[in-house]
């Protein structure tokens, strides 16, 4: 079992960043991919990046290439999104995922454990 706990959203400007986190609980950390996902109001749960449980694959949508950088730091069991540059259309919940897989999905169904969520607020 893990239990996954957001914190870092809020309400920025358009062009700036924010960083997010996702402090994971559990002795498996290490073993699973982790991956974030984003839910607009209205939306789909849509992906947004994925690493592979040791880093050494990374995934993203190609709607954040360039500007968000999804990293993983096992000591700390606890996965990071940075998110530059954001845009009035990057605001939705984002939710962090656990795939015991390991690999790094782009799929929502290959997740098998899900966060609250973090509001993140972008203003024109």
């Known amino acids: 079992q893990v239990q996954l706990v957001e914190s870092g959203g809020g309400l920025v400007q358009a062009g700036g960043s924010l960083r997010l986190s996702c402090a994971a609980s559990?002795?498996?950390?290490?073993?699973?991919?982790m991956g974030w996902f984003r839910q607009a109001p209205g939306k789909e749960r849509e992906f947004v990046a994925a690493?592979?449980?040791?880093?050494?694959?990374?995934n993203s949508a190609d709607s954040v290439k360039g500007r968000f950088t999804i990293s993983r730091d096992n000591a700390k069991n606890t996965v990071y999104l940075q998110m530059n540059s954001l845009k009035p259309e990057d605001a939705a919940v984002y939710y962090c995922?656990?795939?015991?897989w390991g690999l790094g999905s782009v799929t929502k169904s290959a997740y098998d454990y899900w966060g609250q969520g973090t509001q993140v607020t972008v203003s024109s």
């Open positions: 559990g002795r498996r950390f290490s073993t699973y991919a």
């Open positions: 690493v592979s449980w040791n880093g050494g694959t990374i």
């Open positions: 995922a656990a795939d015991a």
